[in-house]
């Protein structure tokens, strides 16, 4: 399956629909955009998964999610500025013909992840 990624809004029970992420590769403290994309009413990325497991390489990738504007656009009122703006996850790949799974958990306050499967 290679790459994929899902949000859910820890604050209002609910996928994170309408979140905009940016995927990035990584090298020696440099960042490549590979895609930006908006997640689907179900919190994931609306054409599938971001890599599927011919086209994934081993190496470092950064996704980057909107969470302050994604808490905007849902009429929550935010601090100026806001605790948590864009949340970055750095994370390797080191089997690429394994399934990456790339799970966030956020609210305008807290965010957790973990590989899922």
């Known amino acids: ?3 994929s990624t899902h949000v859910l809004d820890t604050m209002h029970g609910t996928p994170a629909g309408g979140m ?3 995927l990035f590769t990584t090298q020696a403290g440099q960042s490549a955009l590979v ?3 908006t997640l689907n009413a179900d919190g994931r990325n609306p054409d599938g998964p971001l890599y599927r497991n011919e086209d994934l390489r081993a190496g ?3 996704l980057v999610f909107d969470v302050a504007g994604y808490f905007r656009s849902r009429g929550v009122a935010l601090p100026d500025p806001p605790f ?3 949340v970055a996850i750095d ?3 080191a ?3 394994e ?3 790339v799970p966030l958990l956020v609210s305008p306050w807290s965010y957790s992840t973990y590989r899922g499967s």
């Open 60 to 62: 470092t990738y950064r």
């Open 95 to 97: 089997r690429p013909n």
């Open 91 to 93: 994370f390797g790949i």
């Open 99 to 101: 399934h990456y799974h």
């Open 1 to 3: 399956m290679g790459l």
């Open 35 to 37: 895609r930006r994309f």
């Open 84 to 86: 948590l703006d864009q």
């Open 20 to 22: 905009a992420v940016a």
